[in-house]
Nanobody
Framework: QVQLVESGGGLVQAGGSLRLSCAAS????????MGWFRQAPGKEREFVAA????????AGASSVKGRFTISRDTAKSTLYLQMNRLKLEDTAVYYC?????????????????WGQGTQVTVSS
């Protein structure tokens, strides 16, 4: 059983930056693909970014490419999401998730474990 705890959310002005972290425990971190998803009020949860177990391969939604970077630190069992040039439409609860598959998965149905989420609010 994998436990995931996100941190780093908060209130930021448009154009600013935040770095989200996701601490994993209870499993073998290096064997899981990891992903970030987000859910805005009244909307479905959507894919943001994913990284393979090795960290070599990544994938990102078109809406965040060039602005968000996903990375992982195996020694610390931690996943990161560096978010730059934030926009109002990035406001959402951000979730990290783990999938026991050997690639950067973009479909939320492939993820077995989820964190509780962290709120990111971008203001004008």
């Amino acid at each position: 059983q994998v436990q995931l705890v996100e941190s780093g959310g908060g209130l930021v002005q448009a154009g600013g930056s935040l770095r989200l972290s996701c601490a994993a425990s209870g499993g073998t971190f290096r064997t899981y693909a990891m992903g970030w998803f987000r859910q805005a009020p009244g909307k479905e949860r959507e894919f943001v970014a994913a990284i393979s177990p090795s960290g070599i391969n990544t994938a990102g939604a078109s809406s965040v490419k060039g602005r968000f970077t996903i990375s992982r630190d195996t020694a610390k069992s931690t996943l990161y999401l560096q978010m730059n040039r934030l926009k109002l439409e990035d406001t959402a609860v951000y979730y990290c998730a783990a999938a026991p598959i050997p690639r950067a998965a973009t479909n939320l149905k492939e993820y077995h474990y989820w964190g509780q989420g962290t709120q990111v609010t971008v203001s004008s």
